[in-house]
């Protein structure tokens, strides 16, 4: 079963920081083959889908080919795609190796990028919950203390209470002695 997580969207820098190319070069690709891109703007930013990276791939490595962009262009819309070494290795492998689906096969760099990032996530949110939780043995630690210190003032209290009632008991009885 394969889990859909939201698909983060990727600015031109983080394209290029993935495919390894410059951004001019990835700027330049994108424009000269815009119609394999899919995007939204925000302002003057253009967001990708994460699917890019692996178009940007694949127009970077059929350009070092020699075609010409109308037959890249080609060969990208129809789905002949230059073969990865990890396609190679399985075909130099024979036919026992059957190739996997497409929707199997995940870009090694972009699972990398993806772990890494949840990486950072879970020590920034592990980070997090410790703070919080010694905030909270903090706060719990003052209200002890808070609560211990108005029961002894209630303590006190008391005893001043009972204290003036033996008075009041005994200057009523000298009342009552007197009339």
């Given at each position: 079963?394969?889990?859909?997580?939201?698909?983060?969207?990727?600015?031109?820098?983080?394209?290029a920081h993935l495919t390894g190319l410059t951004?001019?070069?990835?700027?330049?690709?994108?424009?000269?083959?815009?119609?394999?891109?899919?995007?939204?703007?925000?302002?003057?930013v253009r967001l990708f889908p994460q699917r890019a990276v692996k178009i940007v791939r694949e127009l970077a490595e059929l350009s070092g080919k020699g075609l010409s962009p109308d037959e890249i262009t080609e060969r990208l819309k129809s789905g002949k795609r230059p073969a990865a070494p990890?396609?190679?290795?399985?075909?130099?492998?024979?036919?026992?190796?059957?190739?996997?689906?497409?929707?199997?096969?995940?870009d090694l760099g972009v699972m990398r990028d993806?772990?890494?990032?949840q990486e950072r996530r879970i020590a920034r949110?592990?980070?997090e919950l410790d703070?919080?939780?010694?905030?909270?043995?903090?706060?719990?630690?003052q209200l002890r203390?808070?609560?211990d210190d108005l029961e002894e003032r209630l303590s006190e209290q008391k005893r001043h209470l009972a204290?003036?009632?033996e008075w009041v008991d005994y200057f009523d009885r000298q009342m009552d002695e007197i009339t």
């Open positions: 079963m394969v889990a859909i997580m939201s698909e983060k969207e990727l600015k031109i820098g983080d394209i951004e001019q070069e990835v700027r330049r690709l994108i424009q000269t083959y815009e119609s394999l891109f899919t995007y939204r703007t925000i302002g003057p990890e396609e190679e290795a399985a075909e130099e492998a024979g036919p026992a190796a059957a190739p996997l689906p497409a929707e199997v096969v995940i993806t772990l890494a990032l949110l592990s980070e703070r919080e939780r010694q905030e909270r043995a903090s706060e719990t630690a203390r808070t609560i204290l003036v009632a």
